[in-house]
């Protein structure tokens, strides 16, 4: 029996979970871009060509979106759905968590409120501490 591999394009590497190699599968994770489908019925990527075509008609550059339009776009939606993706030194989330720490909140209210985990609470809190002892 052949040895599964990755589903995406180009990937070679050996199966780890959810059609994905370990460091898809992490990165997809990370980023909560993990498929719906079981890896029997494995997701399928849209042609390069046509998500050219797709960012161009909504006026983004055709490698994606910027951070800058990412980071307006979850301004105006309400920030982000799930955390553990690009939480980390976010200097917005930052400047929301010591905030709402400051205003009494717990690590988990936090959470709710800003859509991302507790665990990304307490390593921004923890990077704030760091920020005032450098500072003092």
């Known amino acids: 029996m052949p040895e599964r591999t990755c589903t995406l394009d180009g990937c070679t590497n050996k199966y780890y979970s959810r059609g994905l190699c370990s460091g898809h599968h992490k990165q997809h994770q990370r980023l909560g871009l993990l498929p719906t489908r079981s890896p029997k019925q494995p997701a399928r990527a849209m042609p390069e060509h046509e998500l050219r075509r797709l960012r161009r008609?909504?006026?983004?550059?055709?490698?994606?979106?910027?951070?800058?339009?990412?980071?307006?776009?979850?301004?105006?939606?309400?920030?982000?759905?799930?955390?553990?993706?690009?939480?980390?030194?976010?200097?917005?989330?930052?400047?929301?968590?010591?905030?709402?720490?400051?205003?009494?909140?717990?690590?988990?209210?936090?959470?709710?409120?800003?859509?991302?985990?507790?665990?990304?609470?307490?390593?921004?809190?923890?990077?704030?501490?760091?920020?005032?002892?450098?500072a003092a």
Do not use: C, F, H, M
Not at 101 to 109: D, L
Not at 110 to 128: D, F, K
């Open 57 to 134: 008609a909504v006026g983004l550059p055709d490698t994606g979106p910027t951070r800058d339009q990412v980071r307006r776009w979850n301004e105006i939606e309400g920030g982000p759905v799930r955390s553990g993706r690009r939480v980390a030194g976010d200097p917005y989330i930052d400047a929301e968590v010591d905030r709402l720490t400051r205003a009494g909140k717990s690590a988990s209210q936090i959470a709710v409120q800003l859509g991302i985990t507790s665990r990304a609470v307490t390593r921004a809190r923890s990077r704030n501490r760091q920020q005032e002892t450098s």
